[in-house]
């Protein structure tokens, strides 16, 4: 007998709860389509935006949008996030873009591997947020705009974009060490 894999057991997982009260609109349960075939474990084609937190869905989607940062396996020609449940960016902005604002509450997360952080710093290199202050975690990170440190744009001819076509870390966080030495912390989020 043949071991199912994580995202087998997850794309199951999520036909079990698909329906669950509250979770998605009924317009949304409905099978969508992923590389163009109909399936059971997405959303709905028009409702793709509710695979991300109702309570963030709004600043995510415009955070990107303002970015030209396209979703992965996006729909509206990008604009909005994939309607497959087991998307690794959907997952990964789901658990950190409720942190954006969140200096303190990141600097406890990290104190558990970073004992030495003493301050959690703005990405002033990305764009502001609707209220003008600049995030503590960026997405879909290239560098400082119009920078190419891996030369990626000069291959291929044009300037590197977040998110697409070029090396991307899938979000960063800068902080300072109570010695004065600032890091960045550049990381890649699986989900299935």
């Known amino acids: 007998m043949k071991m199912r894999s994580f995202r087998e057991k997850e794309k199951e997982r999520y036909l079990g709860i698909k329906d669950a009260p509250g979770l998605f609109s009924p317009e949304a349960q409905v099978s969508g389509k ?13 409702y793709s935006y509710e695979n991300l937190y109702s309570g963030i869905r709004d600043s995510a989607i415009t955070y990107f949008l303002i970015r030209g940062i396209p979703w992965h396996h996006g729909l ?7 309607n497959h449940l087991c998307c690794s960016q959907s997952c990964c902005v789901n658990f950190l873009f409720p942190l954006v604002k969140c200096r303190d509450l990141i600097k406890s997360i990290f104190n558990r591997w970073y004992p030495d952080v003493d301050k959690v710093l703005p990405i002033e290199e990305d764009k502001p947020l ?3 202050t600049f995030p503590f975690i960026a997405f879909e990170w290239t560098g400082k705009p119009g920078e190419d440190y891996l030369k990626e744009g000069e291959q291929k001819g044009r300037t590197p974009t977040r998110g697409a076509n070029f090396t991307s870390a899938d979000f960063i966080i800068r902080f ?4 004065g030495r600032t890091h960045i912390v550049l990381g890649e989020w699986k989900y299935t």
Do not use: I, Q, V
Request: proline share 7%; with cysteine; charged share 40%.
């Open 176 to 179: 300072r060490e109570k010695d």
């Open 34 to 46: 992923y590389n163009g075939k109909p399936r059971d474990f997405c959303l709905a084609d028009d």
């Open 76 to 82: 509206k020609g990008g604009h909005l996030p994939s």
């Open 130 to 132: 609707a209220d003008g």
